[in-house]
């Protein structure tokens, strides 16, 4: 099925551990993003990619890293996990020519618990 | 300074009855977008509505329509007819802009709605 795939779905890693959240997605979207979701915060914007080989920083980017080697996959690394990184996170991906109008559409999301 | 402001953490609403869902937003930019979400206990998020700033009409999809009150800047939910199926988290979300590279979703941080039997 066409959409936004996210792996995994689980994680729980230990703090100082790094690990790489991964995301496709197969309806040739040029934009594509990472939100994390803390409970009482909605969704945070941590980075984003307008195409292959571009990425910029979202409202809460420190101890993440991203690259976009290809259209298709946006993955998420973490470098130095730490339990304040304990959220849920979700990769989105957007068709988006110029205007507003495009909404996202989401991954499932990834628990990931820092201990 | 706030861009999307739900000011209902929860609401309760009786099965079959309609419900709003407040959201406000502050932008300077005169083309933008704004979204609803539906969030379940599963954790998916749903796309349910989208408003242009363009848009002359208030948008609707089936029970779904969209208060766009554009001078006061608000764009409230509206579900008529409520279902048990409709409890769960709403996010209204805005994006600003016409450049390509201004295309990320500012959320609000959401209102929890539980229908009652």
């Known amino acids: 099925n066409a959409g936004v795939t996210q792996t995994p779905k689980f994680q729980v890693l230990k703090t100082g551990q790094s690990m790489t959240l991964q995301c496709a997605q197969d309806?040739?979207?040029?934009?594509m993003s990472w939100y994390r979701q803390d409970p009482g915060m909605g969704l945070r914007l941590i980075h984003y990619?307008?195409?292959?080989?571009?990425?910029d920083q979202g409202e809460v980017p420190n101890g993440y890293n991203v690259s976009r080697s290809t259209t298709e996959d946006f993955p998420l690394r973490l470098l130095s996990a730490a339990p304040s990184q304990t959220s849920v996170y979700f990769c989105?991906?957007?068709?988006?020519?110029?205007?507003?109008?495009?909404?996202?559409?989401f991954g499932s999301g990834t628990r990931l618990t820092v201990v | 300074a706030q861009k999307i402001t739900q000011t209902q953490p929860g609401m309760f609403v009786q099965e079959k009855e309609a419900v709003t869902l407040d959201c406000t937003y502050d932008?300077?930019?005169?083309?933008?977008?704004l979204f609803w979400y539906k969030q379940p206990s599963s954790g998916e998020m749903i796309f349910l509505i989208y408003?242009?700033?363009?848009?002359?009409q208030n948008a609707t999809e089936g029970r779904y329509s969209l208060n766009f009150q554009k001078a006061r800047k608000s764009a409230n939910l509206v579900i008529s007819a409520s279902q048990l199926g409709d409890s769960a988290m709403y996010f209204c979300?805005?994006?600003?802009?016409?450049?390509?590279?201004?295309?990320?979703?500012?959320f609000g941080k959401g209102t929890k709605l539980s229908v009652k039997p």
């Open positions: 989105a991906s957007s068709y988006s020519p110029d205007g507003p109008n495009y909404g996202y559409t």
């Open positions: 309806m040739n979207h040029e934009y």
């Open positions: 990619s307008v195409g292959a080989g571009i990425t």
């Open positions: 932008t300077s930019d005169p083309s933008y977008g």
């Open positions: 408003q242009g700033s363009y848009d002359q």
């Open positions: 979300a805005m994006r600003e802009g016409q450049r390509r590279s201004q295309g990320n979703l500012i």
